[in-house]
């Protein structure tokens, strides 16, 4: 009997080689059925997540690979396969977690390598993307702006503002930052929305090796002016002698009131007490404007003998005293 040493299947059929190197009869795949058990095949054994030997990471590229400095690229993967976790590891090491597929944008300053990770339990396979970035050796000497303006610059609270800027020539590299915050690389021209809440300074910055450029724009943000206090009520705020047009003969007084229209129309009244509390002397009744402060003039003729104190009133039309302020006066 030929000794086989190797099983070939072709097309449904097993082709058996004996070590003689003479060829045996084809077997049909089902003949081959009643011989199973005299067959084993070695099988590595699963992990606990079911993912067995070695991940396949099936491609990984940038989308260009090749930038200018400033412009932003796309790292794009497929599918990571026999893998019980998968990551995307920065140039400086650190490594974040992925679906997959998927994709992610970056924009390096220079030019530098990623890495998309597979990880089957002690087994690791990782793909190189490098994205290169073309510094200009022309670069040379100050950057070049073309504009950079906010519309609209003035804006009320929790509105928006487009930023934008045009290209920016013989530069390495461009960011955009803003009063208070932190800058990040923008491609040249672009713009982009903003939303503060406060009066807000940004600048667009190129460099060009030793060399920069810097143009600023503000964003001012118009918060409206608080609704004025309500009225406090009817009051009368101040009751005073008018020495211009009082006399021996004739005392006026200068009251400052506020009406808010209730009970209209009204008037406003002074009387005159003595220390006893007895009334020497009242005021004509003057009629009072609503809503607003303002003042009024009251005279009592003759001038009262004895007063020691002045009360006036706002009296409504119903003849109820509104509101009513005293004050010592001689």
Request: with cysteine; glycine share 12%; aromatic share 6%.
């Amino acid at each position: 009997m030929k000794t086989i040493t190797g099983i070939i299947l072709l097309a449904g059929l097993v082709v058996c080689l004996a070590a003689s190197g003479q060829s045996v009869k084809a077997t049909s795949v089902g003949d081959l059925t009643s011989h199973q058990n005299n067959l084993t095949t070695p099988a590595l054994a699963p992990n606990a997540q079911g993912c067995n030997g070695t991940p396949v990471i099936q491609y990984a590229v940038a989308n260009p690979p090749t930038i200018s400095p400033g412009q932003v690229t796309t790292l794009q993967w497929g599918l990571v396969g026999n893998a019980q976790a998968a990551f995307l590891q920065f140039p400086n090491g650190h490594r974040q977690g992925i679906g997959t597929p998927g994709s992610q944008q970056v924009n390096p300053r220079q030019t530098s390598t990623y890495f998309i990770v597979g990880v089957c339990g002690p087994n690791q396979v990782q793909v190189p993307i490098t994205v290169t970035v073309n510094n200009p050796p022309g670069c040379q000497g100050a950057p070049q702006l073309n504009g950079f303006t906010a519309n609209p610059s003035t804006i009320q609270g929790g509105q928006a503002s487009t930023l934008s800027w045009g290209p920016v020539n013989n530069a390495q590299y461009v960011q955009l930052s803003s009063q208070g915050q932190g800058g990040s690389g923008v491609p040249t021209p672009g713009s982009i929305t903003v939303n503060p809440t406060q009066t807000t300074t940004y600048f667009l910055t190129a460099w060009c090796q030793s060399n920069s450029v810097q143009a600023q724009v503000v964003v001012t943000v118009s918060n409206p002016p608080p609704p004025p206090p309500p009225p406090q009520g009817n009051r009368i705020t101040g009751i005073t002698r008018n020495g211009g047009l009082s006399n021996a003969n004739r005392l006026v007084l200068t009251v400052n009131y506020y009406w808010d229209g209730q009970d209209s129309p009204a008037t406003l009244q002074a009387t005159a007490h003595n220390a006893s509390g007895g009334q020497v002397g009242q005021s004509n009744a003057t009629r009072i404007d609503p809503n607003r402060e303002f003042f009024a003039n009251v005279n009592m003729t003759p001038a009262p003998r004895g007063m020691t104190s002045v009360t006036a009133c706002i009296i409504g039309r119903s003849g109820s005293e509104l509101v009513c302020q005293s004050v010592p006066m001689q």
